[in-house]
């Protein structure tokens, strides 16, 4: 079994994907096709990342019983959203690497990269308002409410949050929101209706909690080879992330040293990223970080046990929920 | 009669609009009451600017028998994809003034421009998935359609059109698509499903062909206390614009003067805009958009006589096709 299983995922997220594109008007298409490193050509490779959300919206279909047709949308939809904020937040955090390569606002200009997320965010609701009931309805409003609140998250990490609490809240709404709509709409394509949804996307939550915190670990301590992002960007770009919360909250030796390095722009010289990572492991930052996603991942496990029906499509859900920790990209 | 009749309008757009910001996040939703200049009180004004697009989704729904119900929530919907561009579009294109005030980008942060704009647009959908049918299916279908022509619009007038075909075509998308879907909206809220929604979308389009054309004119004509924008401003950040290219292409003595004064920057140094602006005139360029802003609107009100029953709804469509020409703001 693959990073993620292909039993589940299939090979139809990417040929439904290139197929969604043809519906775009052909200059805004062309800024996609940058966007996902694609050439345009039926059976050409497409870079669109990990398809971690489409996964667990294809799988939490199969498992509550779902045939999968509807549930190829919801989780085509719910990758264009992810991708359209992936091109307005790279703008909007100066970043310059993405997927190992140059985001569309670098390549092509500010514009390009608000306009091309404008485009997929509104395929992803064209996507959704295509597929019939009950996508056009239940699922529009799921996907759409998500975005709320992940744009408040968005907004809220560019003020920076303070404290782990503080910072817990910003990822709800950050990271957490859409992978919580992302397995809700794998439940509604599988004709679930009740309460239980709610289960569904407190899994989604949790899952969605450990996967950021992973994401600020591998940021410190991953291999930039493997991630397709710089180094210890968060810190480099002055952003704020679980690790370095956790540490300067620990009251800690190192982390009073910590917060006296980082000053606006220190980051950035050569080889105060790396005395910070550092400082922020003797004060605890990364053991803390590890042990708060593992408890988020144990959270989404427990969830999992009450609401999932026995069978593969559990234990499907189950690898899936494992890999937000267990990854290397 | 005001600027835009007040019984169509009706005071319910506003009062509309104030409810549907509640249902976003706190802090997204101050950089929204910041963009209408809303203090968040339940009676306070808020700055919407003109209202056109939803006036004429309410007048074409009282046109074909509708009875208004559904045809404020579409219009609410258009009025925030408007709004949701503006934010989008102030950012990319640099200006520092809107409704004579500084925009969010401005204000906030350019961050804040996108985020803003990408939560208004959602609102959007959420307005009309919530109106029920037929908003929830083929209006969302009908806005998002639209918002893919209006974004690659905006997307070739950052790629600076070079003639005035190439400019109509750009206008088409920038201006006419959401124009047009205001009307084709309020037909579909009067229960019109047959091929005359064509003929509504038609009309949108002439109309906002000749709204933008005016547009043109008034940035370089117009009284920049009413308009709320700097004067010549479009001359000034080297956009191109009807009476431009008109007078590039027109041949005269005086298009050969204009082209060596548009080099980079030329124009935002004191008194160059005027003399463009002089220039343009005496190469014919503001009689030509002039003119083609006027055979817009008889385009539109020839369509309209062939769709639109006899009475007072056609009227009231005749006085708004006419507000996009005679109109300082």
């Known amino acids: 079994m693959g990073l993620y299983p292909v039993d589940v995922i299939g090979d139809n997220v990417v040929p439904r994907l290139r197929e969604a594109f043809s519906g775009l008007p052909s200059g805004i298409r062309e800024l996609v096709f940058l966007h996902f490193d694609y050439t345009g050509r039926p059976e050409a490779p497409l870079e669109a990342g990990k398809l971690y959300r489409a996964a667990l919206t294809v799988a939490w279909d199969r498992a509550m019983g779902g045939d999968g047709s509807r549930a190829l949308h919801a989780a085509v939809a719910v990758e264009l959203v992810h991708n359209a904020s992936l091109l307005h937040d790279d703008l909007i955090d100066g970043d310059r690497v993405r997927r190992g390569r140059e985001p569309v606002w670098v390549q092509r200009g500010p514009g390009a990269g608000v306009l091309a997320g404008d485009a997929l965010f509104f395929l992803a609701v064209q996507e959704l308002n295509a597929a019939g009931f009950p996508l056009n309805t239940y699922g529009v409003a799921e996907l759409t409410a998500a975005v709320q609140r992940m744009v408040e998250g968005e907004w809220a990490d560019t003020q920076v949050p303070q404290d782990v609490g503080a910072y817990m809240s910003m990822c709800d709404g ?156």
Chains 1, 2 share one sequence.
């Open 174 to 329: 950050k990271t957490g929101a859409l992978i919580g709509a992302a397995c809700v709409l794998g439940g509604l394509t599988a004709g679930v209706t009740d309460h239980s949804l709610e289960q569904v996307r407190a899994f989604g939550l949790h899952v969605g909690a450990a996967f950021q915190i992973t994401d600020d670990l591998l940021d410190l301590w991953g291999d930039p080879e493997r991630t397709g992002k710089p180094h210890r960007g968060d810190l480099v770009h002055g952003r704020t992330s679980y690790p370095l919360l956790a540490a300067l909250g620990a009251g800690h030796g190192a982390s009073a040293v910590l917060r006296s390095l980082l000053v606006p722009g220190a980051a950035s010289r050569a080889g105060a990223a790396d005395r910070c990572a550092e400082l922020i492991e003797e004060a605890g930052g990364r053991a803390a970080a590890e042990h708060q996603a593992t408890h988020h991942l144990e959270q989404a496990l427990k969830v999992l046990k009450e609401v999932c029906p026995d069978g593969p499509g559990k234990d499907v859900l189950t690898t899936i929920a494992h890999r937000a920790v267990q990854r290397s990209a």
